[in-house]
Nanobody
């Protein structure tokens, strides 16, 4: 039973910071491409950041590149999203995704999401 659990969301004022966590159970996170997505109210889900290969570079959406930092701790089987200088537009449900291929087929595991609300 592979599972991803996000945590760390909450209510913050504009300009504040939060660190989100995504912990894997039932599988080894380092074997997967890891991504953070978010879904803002009334909008489609969008990519925030990703680490495609273990030890590889982190890629960010342009609008969040200078404020958000994704990192990974393989020993804890956890990925993080450090969010600084938060804006009201960052209010969203944030999800983590683990992706791999298995016998030539793509396998995706999604977390349940954590709510981030930024007040003006």
């Amino acid at each position: 039973q592979e599972q991803l659990v996000e945590s760390g969301g909450g209510l913050v004022h504009a300009g504040g910071s939060l660190r989100l966590s995504c912990t894997a159970s039932g599988f080894t996170l380092s074997d997967y491409a890891m991504s953070w997505y978010r879904q803002r109210p009334g909008k489609e889900r969008e990519l925030v950041a990703e680490i495609i290969t273990d030890g590889g570079a982190t890629n960010y959406a342009d609008s969040m590149k200078d404020r958000f930092t994704m990192s990974k701790d393989n020993a804890k089987n956890t990925v993080y999203l450090q969010m600084n200088s938060l804006k009201s537009e960052d209010t969203a449900v944030y999800y983590c995704l683990a992706s791999t291929r298995r016998l030539g087929f793509r396998v995706n595991y999604w977390g349940q999401g954590t709510q981030v609300t930024v007040s003006s």
